[in-house]
T-cell receptor
Framework: AQKVTQAQTEISVVEKEDVTLDCVYE???????LFWYKQPPSGELVFLIR??????QNEISGRYSWNFQKSTSSFNFTITASQVVDSAVYFC????????FGAGTTVTVRA | EAGVAQSPRYKIIEKRQSVAFWCNPI?????LYWYQQILGQGPKLLIQ????????DSQLPKDRFSAERLKGVDSTLKIQPAKLEDSAVYLC??????????????FGPGTRLTVL
């Protein structure tokens, strides 16, 4: 069974638009960790954020923000005022006993 | 601080040949991971080491894949013999710890393997 589901396969926006990436996860554990990674065209996965299951506070880092809702098992990611450099594949991942990645969402930001 | 190093970056082989990938983790990171990323998919964990011991190799096809982490630092992943479906990017990652604080995994650039 898929542990992490990323609803959107591809999203294309024009620069300065906001982009929201959906992530829904499934686990029976009460202690788990959620992550977002960015994979630019160069291929190297870049760590963006980690959240543990006991911390439902939303977080903002510059133009990036994350919304964690345990009640709906979702951990969504928003890029505000997107830029061309945000073009990449974004992965949501769940670590309950090992790290499982979603299939990824390809974000294309057009100038 | 130097990141995770991997070599080679690209490799093309014919099916039934063998191939080996090398990974040097971030200095001081006790946990090392190998992932397989098939085009259009998320990475899939193949094996996890804690120092030089194996923590999880449940998804490693042991009939053809092997990995070792001698001395608890760098690691080698081998495929012998390779099949067409092994064409993928092989990613190495490391973390300071396996769980809890400092568990974030940092990834290397990957080795793109093409099996013809």
């Amino acid at each position: 069974a898929q542990k992490v589901t990323q609803a959107q396969t591809e999203i294309s926006v024009v620069e300065k638009e906001d982009v929201t990436l959906d992530c829904v996860y499934e686990t029976r554990d009460t202690t788990y960790y959620l992550f977002w990674y960015k994979q630019p065209p160069s291929g190297e996965l870049v760590f963006l954020i980690r959240r543990n299951s006991f911390d439902e506070q939303n977080e903002i880092s510059g133009r990036y923000s994350w919304n964690f809702q345990k009640s709906t098992s979702s951990f969504n990611f928003t890029i505000t005022a997107s830029q061309v450099v945000d073009s990449a594949v974004y992965f949501c991942a769940l670590d309950d006993y090992k790290l499982s990645f979603g299939a990824g969402t390809t974000v294309t930001v057009r100038a | 601080e130097a990141g995770v190093a991997q070599s080679p970056r690209y490799k093309i082989i014919e099916k039934r040949q063998s191939v080996a990938f090398w990974c040097n983790p971030i200095s001081g990171h006790a946990t090392l991971y190998w992932y397989q990323q098939i085009l259009g998919q998320g990475p899939k964990l193949l094996i996890q080491f804690q120092n030089n011991g194996v923590v999880d190799d449940s998804q490693l096809p042991k009939d053809r894949f092997s990995a070792e982490r001698l001395k608890g630092v760098d690691s080698t992943l081998k495929i012998q013999p390779a099949k067409l479906e092994d064409s993928a990017v092989y990613l190495c990652a490391s973390s300071l710890r396996g769980r809890g604080a400092d568990m974030e995994q940092f990834f290397g650039p990957g080795t793109r393997l093409t099996v013809l």
